[in-house]
Structures are given as C-alpha cells and as structure tokens.
T-cell receptor, first 108, second 113 residues
Framework: LAKTTQPISMDSYEGQEVNITCSHN???????ITWYQQFPSQGPRFIIQ???TKVTNEVASLFIPADRKSSTLSLPRVSLSDTAVYYC?????????FGTGTRLQVFP | ETGVTQTPRHLVMGMTNKKSLKCEQH?????MYWYKQSAKKPLELMFV???????ENNSVPSRFSPECPNSSHLFLHLHTLQPEDSALYLC????????????FGPGTRLTVL
C-alpha cells in the first residue's frame, strides 16, 4: 500500500500561490495520484488527479516529477474559502490510506 | 453536490438504540465505501462493497453492520454503540473497487450518548 507524507499545516495569505508537496516513495507503476479537499464536517472533495508530468484544471495544478515519488499541488491566488485540509492519495480506491493531510489556513 | 447523498445528516442515539445510516449514489458506480472520521483523526476505511459483495472489513466491531442491497444503496446498521463511536461517518463511491477516484457524500454526524 502506497503511503503518503505531507506537511501537517501551512499558512498563506489571500492572493498568494500555495504549493503543497507530498511524498509517495513506494508508488506503484499503475497508481494515480489524487488530491482531495475537505472542509470541517463535510466529505472530501476531489480536486485533481494525475499520473505524470503536469495536470491543470480550473481549480489547481498538479506537478509530478519523472520518478513519481512526489507530487506538488499548486493553488493559484488562494482565497479565504480555500482554508481546508488537503489530502494526497495514491493507489486504487479500495486500498486508500488517508493520513492527516495538510491543514491550509488562509489569512486576509 | 457529488451525486452521493447520506441520511440523516445528524444523529443522536443512546447506547441501547438501534439506528441505520443510509447512503445513495446516483453516479452509476459499482463500488461503495464506509469511512469513519473521529475528531482530529484521519479517515478510517471501514467497509468496501464491490458489485454488492463485501470485499473489505477493516477489523470493524460487530456493532457496525453494513448492508448493500444493490449497487446504488449502502446502509450501516448501528446497535449498542459506545460513546467513542461518535464521529463523522462518510460514504463514498467509485466506478469499481480498483478505480482511481472516489466521490464522497456529505457525511452523517453521529453522537452516542
């Protein structure tokens, strides 16, 4: 089972770009990397997913180096509403291990 | 709105009560999951159903009893719970159990008195 490691918390200010890095040293060849966002007392929400290189959608970008042992979620110009916990997950859905995630606090 | 609904959203029950949590997905998925999230703890996977068959039970106490009558519905039957079972119970679904992405419901906040 691929376990991930992320910073426990990060602080930022509105309008800044935030980069959250996740390490997954034992990622398997077929594993995708998925990031979720969770607000208090709500279910996690899918943000972005990738396999290699760079993926971008309307919410975020995901950077994955060639060795795939880490990934970086990039949130451009964060706002107060981006304050949440962000989870990096690797592998198939019936074997996922949720860690503590990264608690992002955005200040005015 | 992710296409996964859960009822009730909040539940308070005594230790001798019997209650059930319901989850329904409108995504045409074949796998459904129950997770438990206690205060300030990571999500813990409890049960996995794939094509209506239970494929994972992560050492969950027998006072939690899942039921999956079809691919769209998942229940969690609760009886003789303990106060430490108070948590947010989340349901999720995916295309199948080997998929890459799960979609979560809003959760049921359970309080056991």
């Amino acid at each position: 089972l691929a376990k991930t490691t992320q910073p426990i918390s990060m602080d930022s200010y509105e309008g800044q770009e935030v980069n959250i890095t996740c390490s997954h040293n034992n990622i398997a060849t077929n594993d995708y990397i998925t990031w979720y966002q969770q607000f208090p007392s709500q279910g996690p929400r899918f943000i972005i997913q990738g396999y290699k290189t760079k993926v971008t959608n309307e919410v975020a970008s995901l950077f994955i180096p060639a060795d795939r042992k880490s990934s970086t979620l990039s949130l451009p110009r964060v706002s107060l509403s981006d304050t949440a916990v962000y989870y990096c997950l690797v592998g198939r859905t019936d074997k996922l291990i949720f860690g503590t995630g990264t608690r992002l606090q955005v200040f005015p | 709105e992710t296409g996964v609904t859960q009822t009730p959203r909040h539940l308070v029950m005594g230790m001798t009560n019997k209650k059930s949590l319901k989850c329904e997905q409108h995504l045409g998925h074949n796998a459904m999951y129950w997770y438990k999230q206690s205060a300030k703890k990571p999500l813990e996977l409890m049960f996995v159903y794939n094509f209506k068959e239970q494929t994972e039970n992560n050492s969950v106490p027998s006072r939690f009893s899942p039921e999956c009558p079809n691919s769209s519905h998942l229940f969690l039957h609760l009886h003789t719970l303990q106060p430490e079972d108070s948590a947010l119970y989340l349901c999720a679904s995916s295309q199948d159990a080997s998929a890459d992405t799960q979609y979560f419901g809003p959760g049921t906040r359970l309080t056991v008195l």
